[in-house]
């Protein structure tokens, strides 16, 4: 009787193992897709209301076309965006990602949301598009400036997220510490959403310049209101971190009649050098950069030869990269 329960007991505990190791490993985190045949990559974009997973699925597309890798396929999948990217092609988890390249320089350097924790295994692709603060509220909410966002209900955007690193910045710039405001960590759908229902007072984004989303705001409130950073929180962003001033010019929507003063900052692709092996990182930074033109979103008007090292310094370069960027005559 013993031995016969001894014997269920064991083979109960062989189907239990059996099953745990059958699952998927997800993520390609053990390594075997460097390169070669039948390689699948996932690129990291964003939180679907934003631009970058729109975007990303495009340039998943372009790669998927015209890298020239027997059975290469590449899918774009929503993250928390820059800083969540970098940390996932950090632990394996990701062969490409979309970031600001202000995160990008911190991670690569261990400062900042990386502090003490540098990522090394990761190399710049290529610029993209031109990433512009857009921080903005009702009219109804009576808000006339940042510095009056004391006390109020405040979208920061994801952990994880280029937005939200940007904006604990600017608020501190205006003096507003955590626990001077409600933070509300949401991508930027739901974030769109929660003011419109009047369950936040003010949203950031960092996005592409129009923002698509922004205008539906309008569109279903009529009375969107974007916030100006100026003066001397301005100065103190310009001096103590790498976002650069800029002007959204009146006429970026048909709504907005006045120029408006804000910061930008450069979204990049960054890839995985663990992941990606030279010769497929040559073959992916080709393919984007001589097929971005198909790209349909308005951002991809930016991916070009031209523009292709914005936001490279004080970055790793990917070895594949670098290599077409020689190519090119672009590096020497």
């Not at 921080?135 to 955007?157: H, N, W, Y």
Request: hydrophobic letters at 40%; a negative charge.
């Amino acid at each position: 009787m013993k031995k016969k329960l001894f014997s269920m007991l064991f083979f109960s505990l062989v189907l239990v193992l059996a099953a745990c190791g059958s699952g998927d490993e997800g993520d390609n985190a053990d390594g075997d897709n460097a390169g070669g045949e039948g390689a699948q990559i996932q690129l990291g974009t964003g939180s679907t209301g934003g631009t970058y997973y729109p975007l990303g699925q495009e340039i998943a597309n372009i790669l998927t076309d015209n890298v020239d890798v027997e059975g290469f396929s590449a899918s774009a999948i929503s993250t928390d965006a820059s800083i969540d990217n970098l940390s996932r092609i950090g632990r394996g988890e990701l062969e490409l990602g979309m970031t600001v390249h202000i995160p990008a320089q911190e991670a690569a350097a261990g400062t900042g949301s990386f502090d003490g924790t540098a990522i090394e295994n990761f190399g710049f692709m290529g610029h993209i598009y031109p990433e512009v603060m857009q921080v903005f509220t009702l009219e109804s909410t009576g808000i006339e400036s940042i510095a009056d966002l004391k006390g109020k209900r405040v979208a920061i955007g994801p952990p994880g997220s280029g937005t939200q690193a940007a904006a604990k910045k600017i608020l501190e710039a205006y003096g507003l510490e955590e626990g001077d405001y409600t933070a509300f960590q949401e991508g930027f759908g739901d974030a769109k959403k929660k003011l419109q229902d009047g369950q936040v007072d003010a949203s950031f984004g960092f996005l592409g310049l129009p923002s698509s989303s922004v205008d539906e705001l309008q569109a279903a409130t009529g009375e969107v209101k974007l916030l100006e950073i100026t003066g001397e929180p301005l100065e103190k962003l310009q001096a103590e971190t790498g976002y650069e001033a800029f002007e959204i010019p009146a006429g970026s929507w048909e709504w907005l009649e006045e120029p408006v003063n804000t910061i930008t900052a450069y979204a990049i692709l960054v890839g995985s050098t663990d992941l990606i092996d030279e010769d497929l990182g040559y073959q992916i930074t080709k393919a984007l950069f001589e097929n971005a033109g198909n790209i349909s979103h308005k951002q991809g008007a930016h991916i070009t030869k031209e523009n292709a090292l914005r936001g490279s310094t004080d970055l790793p370069m990917h070895p594949g990269a670098e290599k077409y960027f020689k190519e090119i005559g672009l590096l020497d």
